[in-house]
T-cell receptor, first 113, second 110 residues
Framework: DAEITQSPRHKITETGRQVTLACHQTWNHNNMFWYRQDLGHGLRLIHYSYGVHDTNKGEVSDGYSVSRSNTEDLPLTLESAASSQTSVYFC????????????FGPGTRLTVL | ELKVEQNPLFLSMQEGKNYTIYCNYSTTSDRLYWYRQDPGKSLESLFVLLSNGAVKQEGRLMASLDTKARLSTLHITAAVHDLSATYFCAVVLTGNQFYFGTGTSLTVIP
């Protein structure tokens, strides 16, 4: 069955370290998204991609980067982790086109000490 | 900037009771999703509402959309414990940008 996976599921790191969160989907979806979830804010869009080599900034992109070298993967990198980036991170994907349902991964809980 | 407000943020209700969750948004959109999230889990799509006046029902949940009022509602009928979860609305603007509400944490008490 097609799915979307994230790794690691839990991560503890220190301030200033570079961290990369992985997202892999086997749906063959063109669109992929990264969100962070914080209490009182719902989910907020960090970065998104509509295809290979395409990346775009979302609402809260400062301090994060992504790259898309194939259809299946969209890794999220925190260049220099800050305590404000402690959050739960969700990856999602959807088929090409507008307004389509997004399917979410299981999430990664990141703690920055 | 699009704002999506849900209320209430927290809802505790007894089994068998009815209640409505509201989702207000600040700009024009013709498509809205409702998602459910169980504690510690991912998000699961419940409904997609595609146009003004759209109504969808699944079991004890019914969602509706009024694009003129920029309002969607999620109505719970005769709540049961299994409905305890956090519910999010997500407004879709041009393309694929989803703007999520803050979520409503629902607890159904026996």
């Amino acid at each position: 069955d097609a799915e979307i996976t994230q790794s690691p599921r839990h991560k503890i790191t220190e301030t200033g370290r570079q961290v990369t969160l992985a997202c892999h989907q086997t749906w063959n979806h063109n669109n992929m998204f990264w969100y962070r979830q914080d209490l009182g804010h719902g989910l907020r869009l960090i970065h998104y991609s509509y295809g290979v080599h395409d990346t775009n900034k979302g609402e809260v992109s400062d301090g994060y980067s992504v790259s898309r070298s194939n259809t299946e993967d969209l890794p999220l990198t925190l260049e220099s982790a800050a305590s404000s980036q402690t959050s739960v991170y969700f990856c999602a994907s959807s088929v090409q086109g507008s307004y389509n349902e997004q399917f979410f991964g299981p999430g990664t809980r990141l703690t920055v000490l | 900037e699009l704002k999506v407000e849900q209320n209430p943020l927290f809802l505790s209700m007894q089994e068998g009771k009815n209640y409505t969750i509201y989702c207000n948004y600040s700009t024009t959109s013709d498509r809205l999703y409702w998602y459910r999230q169980d504690p510690g889990k991912s998000l699961e799509s419940l409904f997609v509402l595609l146009s003004n006046g759209a109504v969808k029902q699944e079991g004890r949940l019914m969602a509706s959309l009024d694009t003129k009022a920029r309002l969607s509602t999620l109505h719970i009928t005769a709540a049961v414990h299994d409905l305890s979860a956090t519910y999010f609305c997500a407004v879709v603007l041009t393309g694929n940008q989803f703007y999520f509400g803050t979520g409503t944490s629902l607890t159904v008490i026996p």
